[in-house]
């Protein structure tokens, strides 16, 4: 087998910091027989039957979410003369100005721009941030440390790369709780010195703690407005969009971002980023991205407008089909004896299921059965490797269409204690199924599985 190094970057490395993780495995596994493929499909099906309830429930808020994608494509009257885009300067292009406008309907925005030019997730932030902080402004992140990427963002680790620190960007944060919640009491002494920013992360990234939901957010603009009126919310949104039926700028969040390869690409949309928010906010991220005087007029889309706007109507459904993959693992593993975050029908915000496994060989085992069960690249290998940005080794199984999407079923883990595995995407439920089951199987193969 080829091995297969981390080529995209996962959600982060924080599980193994927070305290109270250690693996409480009180299990009552039943040893499986010889036939551990057929005792694997047994308990993914058992586990599949008590979750129709659940999975009836995710499927059901598909419908009002893509009420509202087809809504906007309405309003803006979307048509195929929209597909094309204009090369060069990409100056008038009409398929990214819609894209842009019915992006804006879909995220509760007043403004969103949708970019391929935004390589990532973290380049859409670092739009964000770079375009609205000037030098002495302070930022202050809400939910405990950002994302790993955004460390060499903010200038919490590496040097020379231009980071908010050297540019003379003031950092705090607040940290979380032990047990992963918002520290609501700390909030108002974290709030007395003004900043310019605060940052919210939605999403669990690679933390033992709850996604934010959509209302909590809410509920922090308000305490951050009535303190600091003029201090800029700013939510990172990476695998949030359209798990709920509230986006973060409906609740009063400023500016927002993302990928456009996870859940807004539907699994089609090749690459980019986003930005929604306050107009004003969103023409600064895009003047960071471009130039200044340049903003959110440039940038071709490179004849690719067909693709991001049918992984927009795509989306909804494409989404709900992970959360139901979601509710799948954490069924499944809990069933074990595992704990899971969330727990199966926990309240969802991102579409990450986290597991704790305990063991590295635990890890590896399930990483290489869904790299197995991947379409693409199931030849290879995953095997654990360093990956610049990362202070952890990382194993991940992704063989998706779109290289670091996650949109097909995978998983990834930094190799430390308590050995988290977090797993995401899936587009339909066979497929997860059938990882699932290939994965219970190896793990009953290898001796794996825990014992009471
Ligand atoms: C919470 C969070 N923020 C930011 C990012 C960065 O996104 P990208 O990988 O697209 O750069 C991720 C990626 O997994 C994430 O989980």
């Known amino acids: 087998m080829e091995s297969l190094a981390p080529r995209y970057r996962p959600r982060g490395y924080l599980a193994a910091l927070l305290p109270g993780n250690m693996g409480r495995m009180s299990v009552s596994s039943p040893m499986p027989p010889s036939d551990s493929r057929a005792w694997a499909a047994g308990r993914v099906a058992q586990a599949f039957e008590r979750l129709t309830p659940l999975a009836a429930r995710h499927t059901a808020a598909v419908k009002p979410r893509l009420e509202r994608v087809l809504a906007a494509f309405a309003a803006e009257r979307v048509g195929v003369q929209h597909f094309a885009s204009v090369s060069g300067y990409g100056h008038g292009d009409q398929g990214r100005e819609v894209l842009d406008r019915v992006v804006a309907r879909v995220l509760q925005a007043e403004a969103a721009a949708v970019r391929l030019q935004f390589v990532s997730g973290t380049h859409a932030i670092t739009a964000a941030l770079f375009g609205v902080l000037r030098p002495g402004d302070r930022l202050l992140a809400l939910t405990g440390r950002p994302y790993d990427t955004l460390e060499e963002v903010i200038g919490l680790r590496g040097r020379g790369q231009g980071s908010l620190a050297e540019f003379g960007v003031a950092y705090d944060e607040l940290q979380l709780l032990p047990d992963g919640e918002v520290d609501w009491e700390g909030l108002g002494d974290a709030l007395a010195s003004p900043p310019r920013m605060v940052l919210i992360q939605r999403s669990c990234g690679y933390s033992w703690r709850r996604s934010l939901p959509v209302a909590e957010i809410g509920r922090l603009v308000e305490r951050v407005k009535a303190r600091q009126s003029d201090c800029v919310v700013f939510v990172d949104n990476c695998y949030g969009e359209l798990v709920q039926d509230l986006e ?32 004003a906010l969103v023409e600064q ?58 727990a199966p029908g926990g309240e969802r915000s991102d579409g990450i299921q986290a597991v704790r496994l305990g063991t590295p060989e ?66 339909h439920r066979a497929h997860i199924a059938i990882a699932l089951e290939r994965a219970l199987s190896a793990l009953a193969e290898a001796g794996l599985l825990p014992t009471d």
Do not use: H
């Open 285 to 342: 991220a895009c003047c960071r991205l471009t130039a200044p005087g340049i903003g959110s007029e440039g940038g071709s889309s490179f004849d690719l407008n067909r693709l991001l706007f049918q992984g927009m109507f795509l989306a909804p459904q494409m989404v709900a089909e992970a959360l139901i993959g979601a509710e799948l693992v954490a069924q499944v593993f809990s069933d074990l004896g595992f704990d899971v975050n969330p």
């Open 248 to 279: 973060p700028p409906a609740v009063g969040a400023d500016l927002i971002a993302g990928s456009l390869i996870k859940n807004l690409g539907g699994t089609i949309a090749p690459s980019g980023g986003y930005v929604a928010g306050r107009a």
């Open 362 to 427: 635990r890890l590896t085992t399930i990483c290489r059965a869904f790299q197995a069960a991947s379409p693409i690249g199931s030849y290879l290998d995953p095997v654990p490797a360093p990956m610049p940005g990362y202070a952890s080794e990382l194993v991940m199984a992704g063989g998706t269409f779109i290289d670091g999407s996650t949109s097909e079923f995978s998983a990834d883990a930094p190799l430390r204690e308590p050995y988290v595995l977090y797993v995401q995407g899936g587009s």
